[in-house]
């Protein structure tokens, strides 16, 4: 997606270095790969205006995340499915399981 001036929208992938950064953690990012990686945990990060969704979460399970950092958090059934497979859900550093 472009911006104004024709230019690469560049505000998610910011956010996605900063929050690998304040997790200690190497951004890789990429289609079809995790957002970052931390020894071998993998992260995702979600720089979103709505909070994620359940399938969100699924899809990043199948990648094998262990992680998932969201700007604005997640909807109750995200969460309920984050503790019942065992991945850390956080809201920017606060961690929800």
Same mark, same amino acid.
């Given at each position: 997606?472009?911006?104004?001036? /024709?230019?690469?929208?560049?505000?998610?992938?910011?956010?996605?270095?900063? =929050?690998? @950064?304040?997790?200690?953690?190497?951004?890789?990012? #990429? &289609? $079809?790969? &995790?957002?970052?990686?931390? $020894?071998?945990?993998? !992260?995702?990060? =979600?720089?979103?205006?709505? %909070?994620? %969704?359940? &399938?969100?979460?699924?899809?990043? @399970?199948?990648? #094998?995340?262990?992680?998932?950092?969201?700007?604005? /958090?997640?909807?109750? &059934?995200? !969460?309920?499915?984050?503790?019942?497979? =065992?991945? =850390? !859900?956080?809201?920017?550093?606060?961690? !929800?399981?």
């Amino acid at each position: 997606m472009n911006n104004r001036k /024709g230019q690469p929208q560049r505000r998610g992938v910011n956010y996605e270095r900063k =929050k690998a @950064r304040d997790h200690g953690a190497k951004h890789i990012g #990429g &289609p $079809g790969n &995790p957002d970052a990686e931390k $020894g071998r945990q993998k !992260l995702e990060i =979600k720089d979103w205006k709505q %909070p994620v %969704p359940r &399938p969100e979460v699924v899809k990043a @399970r199948r990648k #094998g995340v262990t992680k998932f950092i969201s700007k604005s /958090g997640f909807t109750e &059934p995200a !969460l309920e499915y984050g503790e019942e497979r =065992k991945i =850390k !859900l956080y809201k920017g550093k606060k961690r !929800l399981t």
